[in-house]
């Protein structure tokens, strides 16, 4: 689902229920087909995670939640080469950040070519 030239997304991309399954990744991990369409925590870490994205051409329609459960930041990192956008722009191979305050989160979209956050809550930013 690409933006058209208007800059809408059309339709609205999904968004993951919030009573959607729980996956807690308490450590740096991969996340994998089945994390998707999933409210993501990091129940249960003790320190900074970093989560790396499936590469966009695998999870193309889907969306992520990643909600923080625990005051430690969670870092998305997207595959070599590809983006994710917020705020209207992206850097290629720039992780994104959530803030280590219990209840942030921040809502992901894949359209097949990048990332693009759809929503979020609290201190959300992303490499330079």
Known sequence: MAATGSGYLVPRPP?????AAVSAQATTASLVIADYGKNITNTGASGTIVLTLLAAASAAGKSLRI???????VRLLPQAGEAIYLGGSGVVTK???IAAVI????EL???GERYLV???SGVVTKEA
């Open 95 to 97: 992780y994104l950040n």
């Open 67 to 73: 909600q923080i459960t625990n005051a430690n930041i």
């Open 118 to 120: 759809t929503g979020y």
């Open 15 to 19: 968004l993951v229920a919030p009573n």
């Open 109 to 111: 979209y894949c359209d």
């Open 103 to 106: 209840g942030n989160y921040c």
